[in-house]
């Protein structure tokens, strides 16, 4: 009888610890898990098989939040909040995240290197955040599937997208931002980037771009002659005098320095060569022999598109004609 109770008390200790844990060092972090119903024991641990299969997960903390408003030359004024997540050490072992929001927060550092299948992603008024990593691949080393990032007024100094190829729409307004690789993300048709500290932006390889905005950045030059779709964008208060353009005849160019469409400081001018060193290539597909491509939709009257399969990663969109 004593062997069998000391088996069974072995068995029941070892099946105890077997179980897989997540450290979470922010009491406020598992206390919101808590109240999701992933947890149920204040101790710095949650179980990771309780939470490696959530798909969205909403950590917002905008209901305890008050805007303090701007000072007199309109700089963001930092702000305290109550009920704030500071740390979010375990978020890595939520690895079935399709869309996270952490928004209002006091996060410092943001690391999603290992939520492969994220997709959507809001962190905007955090403040104090200064890093953030976003992830290198999608599951089984796929592409990242990361489309959306609301990442507005923050104090992020770097951002990495060059591993975000389906990423469609990006706010990164009022941040410390120095500079921006875009050459990897062709399927871009929303970037904000106002009250940074921009000096150059290229953006020749994202054709499908309609809505930018670059005011209140020290940018010199610029070429938008590979941005056929781009009907809103706002380059206030930099340091442009020439915007290179594709077509003159452009009816948004009319009045380029009022809202609603393009704004731009008195005195920039709009022309089909700046002389800038690096223009972008026109975009073509004369020197292309094209075997696996479609064009969608067809029949249509308004911009179509074209699909060019690479065989590996499905189709994608490259450009409009």
């Not at 005011?215 to 009907?231: A, F, K, R, V």
Request: charged residues 15%; contains cysteine.
């Amino acid at each position: 009888m004593k062997k069998i109770l000391l088996l069974s008390a072995l068995f029941i200790f070892a099946f105890g610890f077997s179980q897989s844990t997540t450290y979470i060092p922010d009491d406020v972090f598992e206390q919101k898990l808590i109240d999701l119903g992933y947890d149920n024991i204040l101790d710095n641990y949650v179980l990771t098989a309780n939470i490696n299969s959530i798909e969205n997960l909403i950590l917002d903390n905008e209901v305890n939040h008050s805007f303090p408003g701007f000072d007199v030359i309109n700089n963001y004024i930092p702000f305290e909040i109550d009920g704030a997540i500071y740390d979010l050490t375990g978020i890595e072992d939520f690895t079935s995240l399709v869309s996270l929001d952490v928004g209002f927060n006091r996060i410092s550092s943001l690391d999603l290197s290992n939520n492969y299948s994220l997709a959507s992603l809001d962190c905007e008024y955090n403040d104090i955040l200064s890093e953030l990593i976003l992830p290198s691949s999608g599951p089984n080393g796929s592409e990242s599937p990361l489309g959306f990032i609301y990442g507005r007024i923050n104090r992020i100094s770097s951002i990495d997208l060059t591993n975000s190829p389906n990423l469609h729409t990006a706010y990164f307004q009022r941040n410390l931002i120095p500079q921006v690789n875009l050459q990897f993300n062709p399927l871009l048709e929303t970037l904000i980037l106002s009250r940074n500290l921009v000096t150059e932006i290229n953006v020749c390889n994202n054709p499908l771009l309609y809505f930018f905005n670059i005011d209140y950045n020290n940018i010199t030059e610029l070429d938008i002659s590979n941005n056929p779709l781009l009907i809103y964008m706002k380059g206030h208060n930099t340091s442009l005098s020439c915007v290179r353009v594709s077509n003159l005849d452009n009816p948004y160019l009319d009045d380029p320095y009022i809202s609603p469409y393009y704004w731009f400081d008195e005195g920039v001018e709009f022309l089909l060569d700046c002389g800038f060193e690096n223009q972008c290539e026109l975009l073509g597909f004369s020197e292309q022999e094209l075997s696996n491509f479609s064009i969608y939709p067809n029949p249509t009257t308004s911009t179509p598109y074209i699909i060019m399969s690479d065989g590996v990663a499905g189709s994608h969109r490259i450009g409009t004609i």
